[in-house]
């Protein structure tokens, strides 16, 4: 199969936010302050007093009265530092927007700066102030703080420069919150309709070598399993439409079971699709076959690191469920994340598996039935290593670590576990942009390797590409009606992105998948 190779680009996220949602207190001055310490002596006064102009916006009793002395520097401020080491950026569960609630009487820019852990760096966002004789509430958007982390908080209420007086500012509400859209977009999936790709029925004479190939092998695959793979005919045959993978007990290569197991690795591999098979079990205590996924390229390291996807699993003193699994490297073996589903009264049948493996998520369903999610696309590769290429296992082991928990049944062999087809589909669709109207700029694709940009702002704007993980990938900044901006990603791998373009008051931001 040829990977298309094609861009899609969505929109998720536009402008600033107005519903509320969840966020941390960072300080609301109720109670004395959080361990504020003015950034340089001598510059900055400030003490918690009563509020002195409550109103709609802000009726709390107590705030931060803060004076910025005259003939000093324009990042006179305050900072709180070691307080709270929390990840800023654009992506879910990462905080985005800091809110202040602020009150002065001069026009002016307000900026808030986070620093790095470990102060390597900082990122900056700064806002225009006009005074309306009321609290305001000022939102910075820090999404483009990247996914790193900061620990020290920092806010300079006024900079106004060659200050020839003294200036009060009153600080309340400072509130860390997430990017209210971000949860809707988890389960991001790609444009398009499932269509078949490839597959195997198993209805002729014998299995399609286009497709798989034998594994033979019997070391105990470092789960102590007792079958060798031979390879041979008697192992791994196609009968009435069906794939047999047979085990027998029978001493063979100083193994005492022999087995069957396909692979389909340098000969099929998949990103994101549906993969379904029927399958029938074999029975009794001992028995582990398994339907799962390997990488093709093991890009995020060796096992578990560039992740497994176990779709089906069963071991066989466990008679009523079947288990969908996945590895990676934030948790595997016993700490994989899966579930099970009942198949009780039902183990003699046929039934259907498949997952849904989407770039924001794998779903299970058994028999069409969800019965598991994992959609932890918007974390870092140890937990998300599965934007890369799998290749197909069928394979029927004996004893083991789980398949022979509770020993092997000495009585029950030979045993079959029967495949009547695998079936792969994926989404076909070529190239799928979704524009949302109304909005000021916008991203196309012009090639595999190139986007073109346009916008109808009257002013600078800066892009900037992000990986998953958080680091710019690419980076410009705009000048006035700079129609058609070529974007080159010719450098960036295969996978997810997020391209940001910020003006100073607001950011936007789309996620691109380059396929
Ligand atoms: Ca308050
Ligand atoms: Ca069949």
């Given at each position: 199969m040829k990977i298309q190779i094609v861009l899609w680009v969505v929109f998720f996220a536009l402008s600033l936010p107005t519903r509320a949602s969840d966020g941390i207190v960072l300080d609301d001055f109720e109670a004395g302050d959080q361990g504020w310490s003015p950034v340089d002596q001598g510059w900055i006064d400030f003490e918690i007093v009563d509020n002195p102009f409550p109103g709609a916006v802000n009726s709390s009793a107590k705030v931060m009265k803060v004076v910025r002395k005259a003939q000093t520097q324009t990042w006179a401020g305050i900072i709180l530092r070691d307080k709270m080491e929390l990840a800023f950026g654009t992506f879910p569960d990462q905080y985005r927007y800091i809110h202040a609630k602020i009150f002065k009487t001069t026009n002016g820019r307000v900026a808030f700066k986070l620093e790095k852990t470990g102060d390597a760096g900082s990122f900056t966002n700064t806002q225009n102030y006009s005074p309306s004789g009321e609290w305001q509430e000022i939102i910075f958007d820090v999404g483009g703080a990247g996914g790193t982390r900061y620990d020290d908080y920092f806010i300079m209420p006024d900079q106004t420069g060659n200050l020839s007086e003294d200036i009060t500012i009153y600080i309340d509400e400072i509130v860390l919150k997430p990017d209210p859209e971000a949860g809707e977009n988890r389960e991001i999936e790609l444009p398009g309709t499932f269509q078949p790709v490839w597959s195997d029925e198993f209805n002729g004479s014998g299995y399609d070598t286009d497709i798989w190939a034998p594994q033979i092998r019997g070391d105990g695959f470092g789960n102590n399993e007792l079958q060798y793979y031979t390879g041979l005919e008697k192992n791994i045959f196609v009968r009435d439409g069906n794939l047999v993978l047979k085990a027998y007990k029978e001493p063979y290569q100083n193994r005492e079971y022999t087995s069957g197991k396909l692979w389909s690795q340098n000969k099929k591999y998949i990103k994101y699709g549906r993969i379904e098979a029927r399958f029938k079990l074999p029975k009794g205590r001992g028995t582990w076959p398994a339907i799962w996924m390997m990488p093709q390229n093991s890009v995020y390291g060796g096992w578990p690191d560039s992740g497994e996807i176990d779709i089906m699993e069963f071991v066989g003193y466990d008679t009523d469920k079947v288990y969908g699994t996945v590895h990676r490297e934030a948790g595997s073996?016993?700490?994989?994340n899966g579930s099970n589903t009942s198949i009780a009264g039902k183990t003699d049948d046929f039934h259907v598996i498949r997952i849904d493996w989407e770039p924001g998520y794998i779903k299970w369903y058994l028999n069409d039935q969800l019965f598991h999610t994992y959609n932890n696309a918007f974390a870092s590769s140890a937990q998300w290593p599965f934007d890369q290429e799998f290749y197909l296992i069928l394979n029927f082991a004996v004893g083991g670590d789980w398949g022979g928990a509770q020993g092997v049944d000495e009585n029950i062999w030979p045993q079959e576990f029967l495949i009547d087809y695998v079936r792969v589909y994926q989404k076909t669709e070529k190239t799928a942009i979704r524009q949302i109207k109304n909005t000021p700029f916008s991203v196309s694709s012009l090639s595999k390797d190139e986007l073109i940009f346009n916008s109808s702002l009257q002013y600078p704007l800066s892009i900037n590409i992000y990986s998953l993980s958080g680091q710019k990938q690419w980076s410009k900044n705009t000048i006035p009606n700079d129609l058609g901006t070529i974007i080159n990603i010719?450098?960036?791998?295969k996978g997810f992105y997020i391209i940001t373009v910020s003006d100073k008051i607001h950011s936007y931001s789309q996620k691109i998948i380059k396929r």
């Amino acid at each position: 199969m040829k990977i298309q190779i094609v861009l899609w680009v969505v929109f998720f996220a536009l402008s600033l936010p107005t519903r509320a949602s969840d966020g941390i207190v960072l300080d609301d001055f109720e109670a004395g302050d959080q361990g504020w310490s003015p950034v340089d002596q001598g510059w900055i006064d400030f003490e918690i007093v009563d509020n002195p102009f409550p109103g709609a916006v802000n009726s709390s009793a107590k705030v931060m009265k803060v004076v910025r002395k005259a003939q000093t520097q324009t990042w006179a401020g305050i900072i709180l530092r070691d307080k709270m080491e929390l990840a800023f950026g654009t992506f879910p569960d990462q905080y985005r927007y800091i809110h202040a609630k602020i009150f002065k009487t001069t026009n002016g820019r307000v900026a808030f700066k986070l620093e790095k852990t470990g102060d390597a760096g900082s990122f900056t966002n700064t806002q225009n102030y006009s005074p309306s004789g009321e609290w305001q509430e000022i939102i910075f958007d820090v999404g483009g703080a990247g996914g790193t982390r900061y620990d020290d908080y920092f806010i300079m209420p006024d900079q106004t420069g060659n200050l020839s007086e003294d200036i009060t500012i009153y600080i309340d509400e400072i509130v860390l919150k997430p990017d209210p859209e971000a949860g809707e977009n988890r389960e991001i999936e790609l444009p398009g309709t499932f269509q078949p790709v490839w597959s195997d029925e198993f209805n002729g004479s014998g299995y399609d070598t286009d497709i798989w190939a034998p594994q033979i092998r019997g070391d105990g695959f470092g789960n102590n399993e007792l079958q060798y793979y031979t390879g041979l005919e008697k192992n791994i045959f196609v009968r009435d439409g069906n794939l047999v993978l047979k085990a027998y007990k029978e001493p063979y290569q100083n193994r005492e079971y022999t087995s069957g197991k396909l692979w389909s690795q340098n000969k099929k591999y998949i990103k994101y699709g549906r993969i379904e098979a029927r399958f029938k079990l074999p029975k009794g205590r001992g028995t582990w076959p398994a339907i799962w996924m390997m990488p093709q390229n093991s890009v995020y390291g060796g096992w578990p690191d560039s992740g497994e996807i176990d779709i089906m699993e069963f071991v066989g003193y466990d008679t009523d469920k079947v288990y969908g699994t996945v590895h990676r490297e934030a948790g595997s073996g016993g700490n994989g994340n899966g579930s099970n589903t009942s198949i009780a009264g039902k183990t003699d049948d046929f039934h259907v598996i498949r997952i849904d493996w989407e770039p924001g998520y794998i779903k299970w369903y058994l028999n069409d039935q969800l019965f598991h999610t994992y959609n932890n696309a918007f974390a870092s590769s140890a937990q998300w290593p599965f934007d890369q290429e799998f290749y197909l296992i069928l394979n029927f082991a004996v004893g083991g670590d789980w398949g022979g928990a509770q020993g092997v049944d000495e009585n029950i062999w030979p045993q079959e576990f029967l495949i009547d087809y695998v079936r792969v589909y994926q989404k076909t669709e070529k190239t799928a942009i979704r524009q949302i109207k109304n909005t000021p700029f916008s991203v196309s694709s012009l090639s595999k390797d190139e986007l073109i940009f346009n916008s109808s702002l009257q002013y600078p704007l800066s892009i900037n590409i992000y990986s998953l993980s958080g680091q710019k990938q690419w980076s410009k900044n705009t000048i006035p009606n700079d129609l058609g901006t070529i974007i080159n990603i010719s450098d960036l791998p295969k996978g997810f992105y997020i391209i940001t373009v910020s003006d100073k008051i607001h950011s936007y931001s789309q996620k691109i998948i380059k396929r």
